[in-house]
């Protein structure tokens, strides 16, 4: 009996210990990474356009880097737009001005139906 509990302790122990590792692990440092994609704006909205499906496939939560043009932004919440329908939110200070080329690495989270613009995240710009 105090064998079955001794291994039913260590069991838990390990399973405990396995979700405190998987809850607490380091965040995802996306501006470390190499891009899986170097594309622009066009291509990437070319490629949703043929098969939204098979392109959320491809980019979503991959790093990738987007060559445009900077349209708008608001240094209160770190975001800029690219090409009028990218928006992307850049970790630490935004060091660009409307009208710069940039080429914008980070992780691309999606395209949004309503606001009809792509989404990236974590974002540095290169």
Do not use: P, Q, W
Not at 30 to 51: G, M, P, Q, Y
Not at 91 to 105: A, E, I, L, P
Request: net charge neutral.
């Amino acid at each position: 009996m105090k064998k079955k509990l001794l291994i039913v302790l260590v069991v838990v122990a390990l399973f405990g210990f396995a979700g405190y590792k998987y809850v607490y692990k380091d965040h995802r440092d996306v501006s470390s990474e190499e891009a899986s994609f170097k594309i622009t704006l066009a291509e990437l909205k070319a490629d949703f356009e043929k098969n939204d499906i098979i392109a959320n496939t491809k980019y979503l939560d991959k790093a990738i880097a987007i060559y445009g043009e900077v349209t708008s932004l608001d240094l209160a919440t770190n975001e800029i737009i690219v090409d009028s329908n990218l928006s992307a939110t850049i970790k630490g200070k935004v060091n660009v001005k409307k009208g710069d080329k940039v080429t914008v690495k980070g992780r691309f989270i999606g395209y949004d139906d309503l606001l009809e613009e792509y989404k990236m995240d974590g974002c540095v710009i290169e």
